[in-house]
């Protein structure tokens, strides 16, 4: 029995649904018809964390010590771990104090900053399409957010000149991410130099997800905002352990930067959760110290599977941009359907289930998204079942 008066507040009302959640409807729906998934819908990486970091996490559970509420800011050692971490991979220098606070989970905090520091009416940059918090956490605020439009003639890469001014001063807040989910787009250095200046001359808390700060190949190393002098006075940076570390259950992530932002984030949290598990903590220290050589390993496997769905998708039309980071490939519909009838069509004839690009904004209008977690068997697999339903590049048109 529902009943009408138990009912929602309006900012969870209004909230479109979200798109994971539906396509985890059809593709419960699918299995109920005996359907064999391959599911490339989510950014989940497949495998379990390395062999140490489970050790590390086993250990800690053993200890009697740790099993109470942690350090609302998070244990210090994991904390000055992050802040070495970021000394090693980028040069930069953080106070592990002030500058460093451990989430449960980028998204998570990536949702409660929104909460954080936008009243209702508040104007947020956001890009269209982006990562859905990037989005739902300013609407969750009240906030009142205006789009960057991104397009593959900009190589979906933020165009700053096109932001009106009178929008650009009343924004109090921007979001950006690259490597981006889920376009796989990368930024130059100079667009971080451009945004920094820009953020500087509107007074804009400038918000980088480096969600994929080491999934990348070929040589490309990925930009941290925090490399670009002055970035530090007016913005913060999240990261993930879900993605690298194969740890995305364990709900672990960290934010570094501007200490004033940290703070406000912070006091939030410290009014609705008590933080991470210490043991997890210690875990995720563990793999911010694994060797060069795990990295390296992990981004062979996507750099393989990158180019052999681009080589398989190329026998059945597609000409596939070839990313340079992420885990993802963002693949245009063919000319004559769109991307949620594509999606569709593809999970009800072959059971592959990519993500239409509309989800994350209706930029993405016209792509999908395919996640590369699963081995090249399976990849291979899934481009075989789309080659015996007939479906290619020019199949609809
Ligand atoms: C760009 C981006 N940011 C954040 C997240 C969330 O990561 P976490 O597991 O740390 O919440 C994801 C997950 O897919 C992502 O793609």
């Not at 699918?30 to 989510?42: N, Y």
């Not at 350090?71 to 802040?83: D, I, L, W, Y």
């Not at 932001?163 to 889920?182: G, H, Q, T, W």
């Amino acid at each position: 029995m529902t009943l009408d008066w138990i009912s929602p507040a309006a900012r969870v009302r209004n909230l479109p649904q979200y798109v994971f959640a539906r396509l985890d409807e059809l593709k419960t729906s699918a299995r109920k018809q005996g359907i064999d998934l391959i599911d490339l819908g989510m950014g989940n990486p497949d495998g379990a964390a390395h062999g140490s970091v489970i050790a590390a996490a086993k250990k800690a559970l053993d200890d009697p010590n740790i099993h109470g509420y942690p350090p609302f800011e998070g244990v210090g050692s994991f904390r000055r771990t992050v802040a070495e971490w970021y000394h090693r991979r980028y040069g930069v220098t953080l106070n592990p104090e002030n500058e460093a606070l451990p989430l449960m989970g980028s998204k998570e905090g990536l949702a409660h900053l929104a909460m954080a520091f936008l009243d209702p009416g508040d104007v947020v940059l956001v890009p269209n399409p982006a990562y859905p918090v990037h989005f739902r956490g300013p609407l969750i605020a009240g906030a009142e957010i205006h789009e960057m439009l991104l397009t593959a003639e900009n190589d979906w890469v933020i165009d700053l000149s096109k932001i009106p001014e009178d929008v650009a001063r009343r924004a109090k807040m921007l979001f950006f991410n690259y490597p981006s989910n889920p376009t796989g787009a990368t930024a130059p250095r100079e667009f971080y130099e451009e945004i920094v200046a820009f953020a500087h001359k509107y007074e804009i808390i400038l918000v980088h997800d480096l969600c994929y700060a080491e999934l990348a190949f070929d040589g490309y190393q990925p930009t941290s905002l925090l490399e670009i002098p002055g970035a530090k006075e007016i913005g913060v940076e999240f990261h993930t352990m879900s993605k690298t570390y194969n740890m995305a259950g364990w709900r672990i992530g960290f934010v570094v930067g501007n200490s004033q932002i940290i703070q406000g984030l912070r006091t939030l949290k410290t009014n609705l959760d008590y933080g991470i598990f210490a043991a997890l903590q210690s875990a995720a220290e563990t793999a911010l110290n694994l060797p060069d050589s795990y990295v390296s390993e992990v981004q062979n496997r996507y750099k393989e599977r990158r180019d052999f769905v681009i080589a398989g998708m190329a026998e059945l039309g597609w000409n596939i941009t070839k990313t340079k980071a992420t885990m993802y490939l963002w693949i245009a519909c063919p000319p004559g359907i769109g991307s949620t009838e594509f999606a569709l069509k593809v999970l009800s004839e072959t059971g592959v289930v990519l993500t239409p690009g509309n989800a994350f904004g209706t930029g993405g209008e016209g792509y999908v998204r395919m996640s590369l977690i699963a081995d090249c068997d399976r990849l291979g697999e899934a481009i075989q079942r789309l080659k015996s339903a007939g479906i290619t590049y020019d199949s609809f048109q």
